[in-house]
T-cell receptor
């Protein structure tokens, strides 16, 4: 079975610090897609970043970047210069190639402290 | 602006009652999805539809039903057979095709509680 594991249920960091959220996944697929979604207290799910497995280059979006290690099946999210508005639940998600069903991890609750 | 509208934001169900959650999108997306979110859990897929008049069960379909009569609409009915319906429900949509792996866009959710 394909699974996504987020080993950190909850984390807290000071504003302006850098934080890394971990995610590992299990699949026998060779090509797939990985996502990080953010769910702030408003509960809306917001796409943070998307990575295609066949691309070696790590995806970046402003202060958000990933460390994609395909052999290790690891997909961590780094948030630089963290801001209070980054406080949210973060979900790692996986989609096998040419499939449209997303498999979500259980999430990491991130608190940015002033 | 294009997006996904879920209504109502809060819903209360009496014992033995069926309730319907609305989901409408104007993104012209082919696929639509319903998820359930419980505290400490990720999102679990209830039903999904990739084309009008067709839908498939997800991981936790028991006690739920859906319809897809229009591309824009994908209502979810929580039936009396669902014994533990209290949860946060999220609707999503996405494009299908291309190389796959299209991101899903989400509505703001409906919180359902038992009276």
């Amino acid at each position: 079975a394909q699974t996504v594991t987020q080993s950190q249920p909850e984390m807290s960091v000071q504003e302006a610090e850098t934080v890394t959220l971990s995610c590992t996944y299990d699949t026998s697929e060779s090509n797939y897609y990985l996502f990080w979604y953010k769910q702030p207290p408003s509960r809306q799910m917001i796409l943070v970043i998307r990575q295609e497995a066949y691309k070696q280059q790590n995806a970046t979006e402003n202060r958000f970047s990933v460390n994609f290690q395909k052999a290790a099946k690891s997909f961590s999210l780094k948030i630089s210069d963290s801001q209070l508005g980054d406080t949210a639940m973060y979900f790692c998600a996986f989609v096998p190639n040419r499939d449209d069903k997303i498999i979500f991890g259980k999430g990491t609750r991130l608190h940015i402290l002033p | 602006d294009g997006g996904i509208t879920q209504s109502p934001k809060y819903l209360f169900r009496k014992e033995g009652q069926n309730v319907t959650l609305s989901c409408e999108q104007n993104l012209n997306h082919d696929a639509m999805y319903w998820y359930r979110q419980d505290p400490g859990q990720g999102l679990r897929l209830i039903y999904y539809s990739q084309i009008v008049n067709d839908f498939q069960k997800g991981d936790i379909a028991e006690g739920y039903s859906v319809s897809r009569e229009k591309k824009e609409s994908f209502p979810l009915t929580v039936t009396s057979a669902q014994k533990n319906p209290t949860a946060f429900y999220l609707c999503a949509s996405s494009i299908i095709g291309g190389q796959g792996g299209q991101p899903q866009h989400f509505g703001d959710g409906t919180r359902l509680s038992i009276l």
